[in-house]
């Protein structure tokens, strides 16, 4: 069974400063990796994915993220954050072996961005 | 289309109270599942269905039912439900030709059992 720790409960950071959540797993398998975002009062939107190919994957609203098969890592980064990326951001991973994709979740890393 | 969409919003419950979280979709997804979210924890999975008459237990199934009579319809049942069931419940979605990073959630239900 695989499982995910979120290294951060909570990160804040100043407006345009750039911002690095930390996500590790663990799987006896090969993996797909996920980062999520919540807004608040909200479902979950899907910010980036690692399938296969390139370790550094681009998502959306300027996140990107590099996977590191040695080090079972998954960060998410961004260069300058807004105000509105003020969110729950939760990194998951799926086992490639399992046919249905069933998703494992970090606990989640609140991110407050201030001015 | 609605997308997934999930009802109630809101629902306060007493102990032993039952109830069902109604989860529908109009995207024709075969796979839908449901997740709860509790504080430190992200999301678990409760019971999941590859499709119509077809549901499998998730990673913290105890004290749910589900059933799957049509392809749209997902509901979640709580039985006799208990203070540790306060949690946000969110449905989620998918097509089965897509892979797992396709999927859609619902807005949630926010559930306090007293």
């Known amino acids: 069974a695989q499982s995910v720790t979120q290294l951060d409960s909570q990160v804040p950071v100043f407006e345009e400063a750039p911002v690095e959540l930390r996500c590790n797993y663990s799987?006896?398998?090969?993996?797909?990796l996920f980062w999520y975002v919540q807004y608040p009062n909200q479902g979950l939107q899907l910010l980036l994915k690692?399938?296969?190919?390139?370790?550094l994957v681009k998502g959306i609203n300027g996140f990107e993220a590099e996977f590191n098969k040695s080090q079972t890592s998954f960060h998410l980064r961004k260069p300058s954050v807004h105000i509105s990326d003020t969110a729950e951001y939760f990194c998951a991973v799926s086992e490639t072996t399992d046919s249905w994709g069933k998703l494992q979740f970090g606990a989640g890393t609140q991110v407050v961005v201030t001015p | 289309n609605a997308g997934v969409t999930q009802t109630p919003k809101f629902q306060v419950l007493k102990t032993g109270q039952s109830m069902t979280l109604q989860c529908a979709q109009d995207m024709n997804h075969e796979y839908m599942s449901w997740y709860r979210q509790d504080p430190g924890m992200g999301l678990r999975l409760i019971h999941y269905?590859?499709?119509?008459?077809?549901?499998d237990q998730g990673e913290v199934p105890n004290g749910y039912n589900v059933s799957r009579s049509t392809t749209e319809d997902f509901p979640l049942r709580l039985l006799s439900a208990a203070p540790s069931q306060t949690s946000v419940y969110f449905c989620?979605?998918?097509?089965?030709?897509?892979?797992?990073?396709?999927?859609?959630f619902g807005p949630g239900t926010r559930l306090l059992v007293l």
């Open positions: 690692y399938l296969s190919g390139s370790t």
């Open positions: 989620a979605s998918r097509d089965r030709t897509s892979g797992v990073e396709t999927q859609y």
């Open positions: 269905s590859v499709g119509a008459g077809i549901t």
């Open positions: 799987s006896s398998v090969s993996v797909y």
